[in-house]
């Protein structure tokens, strides 16, 4: 049973805390992971994989350079598990 | 012109505790840190040894999750040292460009590295971490340390086995020396204790196979010695030169006042029996403290309790001191806390730093019955370092021939 959008987004910020350590209610739709939340790319690949594995769904490394956002990873992940 | 070199700060996680104070109090109190491992590794692989010196206290717990996820375990040990031994020295305003690190690890982020390639096997590429290079190289903790402090005049790590650590002292005493740097942040980590060092060790007959007494396994100089015990921690000492830590009224535990690294190139485990080059480096430590061997009033030996290496030692001392050696108290102290291989010679140095400080030699346990071949007056008891203005050295020497030597003064 694939989850809604406000689970996936709860789930990626599960996942963006235990990396960075960002508390999850600062992992917002609208906000960029570069520009917002200071995510770097050694992280973002942490995050991807776990989001991988958490969500069991595909993310391509050629997809991670369009999720700039957190609404574009929640999006992505809802559409994937389709 | 020449500077003078005092140490200002000191920081330590080492299986007596989990900072210098309370190492220090439980090697003078003769604690051993050895003890049976309780991972399931040890039956899974029915290592021949099953005790080690593990930390007191696990450097993950002294920072928090994000830092730990990003460290190796030798990085973290690293870290939780550093920051004691900067915030011991008064957490020192020095210019970043005159601020430089010198911090040694004998293997590196081996957990890093064999955790990686186990993801690797059962997981497949894309589940090996991006931070898996950065964590398992062996400059990982001095990188880690020198982030924190924004040093940027250089950050270094010296790899010469069980020698680095001590290495790495010589290398930050010499670039203070020549007024190239105010302060550096000097020591060494180890974090080894996982099942492919412990065999391969073990495969060389270099471990104590003391299953059934860990807490008597590191012997030095007992006749009943049978190798060493593996350790783990760091030693972090606040290098600085005389005029920076004056002008800002910092503590000075002692001044640090010759270095010496030679090499062997007889064996590459095997130290020279003759210790000739293990002897230079003793004397050239002294030259440079511009002082004799009368001056000397105590050693930290380096003394792993391996049958030859203990005799090794001996001998090079010998050749160095030659009667007055009778006379001069020696401490074992990896006794008490296992060899922490690259770590070791930053931890000795710290607690030769400490017997300076304090005049008092730190005490090696286990001495039962003295090998009579070594004629050392060894301390068994915390013992009273008489005199003013006294001379200590700290010896390490490691596989590959390194000789590294340390010689501090007392400051009064």
């Avoid at chain 2, 990003?70 to 990085?75: A, I």
Wanted: net charge negative; hydrophobic share 45%; with cysteine.
């Amino acid at each position: 049973m694939s989850l809604s959008a406000a689970e996936v987004l709860s789930g990626l910020a599960e996942i963006v805390n235990d990396e960075t350590g960002i508390a999850t209610d600062a992992v917002q739709l609208d906000k960029s992971f570069t520009d917002d939340l200071d995510i770097d790319s050694i992280s973002m690949m942490t995050i991807v994989v776990n989001a991988e594995d958490k969500f069991d769904v595909k993310i391509p490394d050629d997809e991670v350079k369009n999720l700039l956002t957190v609404g574009d990873a929640v999006n992505y992940i809802t559409k994937a598990q389709g | 012109m020449v500077h003078k070199v005092v140490v200002t700060g000191i920081g330590a996680t080492t299986p007596l505790g989990g900072d210098s104070k309370s190492t220090w109090k439980a090697l003078l109190a003769g604690e051993s840190g050895v003890s049976t491992l309780s991972q399931d590794w040890v039956a899974k692989y029915e290592l021949p040894v099953t005790f080690a010196a593990q930390a007191k206290v696990p450097a993950k717990e002294m920072l928090t999750p994000q830092e730990a996820k990003r460290l190796d375990p030798s990085s973290q040990f690293a870290l939780v040292s550093a920051r004691e031994a900067w915030l011991d020295a008064g957490s020192p305003a020095v210019s970043p460009e005159r601020l430089a690190v010198e911090y040694a690890t004998g293997i590196g982020g081996i957990w890093t590295l064999l955790d990686a390639y186990d993801t690797l096997k059962e997981r497949g590429p894309r589940r090996v971490l991006p931070m898996t290079v950065p964590m398992l190289m062996a400059n990982g903790p001095a990188a880690a340390i020198g982030m924190e402090l924004h040093a940027r005049a250089g950050v270094r790590t010296a790899v010469s086995a069980c020698a680095s650590g001590t290495e790495a002292i010589a290398n930050a005493f010499n670039r203070i020396r020549d007024g190239e740097v105010d302060i550096v942040v000097a020591g060494g980590a180890e974090a080894a204790i996982h099942p492919l060092p412990i065999a391969a060790f073990a495969a060389m007959h270099a471990l104590s196979k003391r299953n059934d007494d860990p807490a008597g396994a590191s012997r030095p100089y007992d006749t009943q010695r049978d190798g060493f015990v593996m350790g783990e921690g760091a030693g972090t000492l606040i290098l600085e030169s005389e005029e920076h830590a004056k002008a800002r009224g910092a503590k000075i535990y002692a001044e640090v006042v010759g270095a010496s690294v030679t090499s062997d190139a007889h064996h590459i485990t095997a130290p020279d029996p003759e210790g000739t080059a293990a002897a230079r480096a003793m004397l050239g430590a002294l030259e440079q403290a511009d002082s004799s061997i009368q001056d000397v009033a105590h050693i930290n030996a380096h003394a792993t309790s391996t049958p030859v290496g203990d005799i090794a030692e001996y001998q090079a001392l010998k050749r160095v001191f030659g009667e007055k050696l009778s006379s001069i108290p020696v401490s074992a102290t990896k006794a008490s806390t296992g060899h922490l291989l690259g770590g070791a010679g930053a931890i000795e140095a710290i607690f030769t730093v400490l017997a300076l400080h304090e005049k008092t030699a730190p005490p090696t346990i286990n001495l039962e019955n003295q090998d009579p071949e070594i004629k050392l007056d060894v301390v068994v008891n915390p013992r009273k370092l008489e005199g003013s203005n006294i001379l200590a050295i700290t010896n390490s020497f490691g596989f590959g021939g390194h000789n590294a030597v340390v010689a501090f003064r007392s400051v009064e």
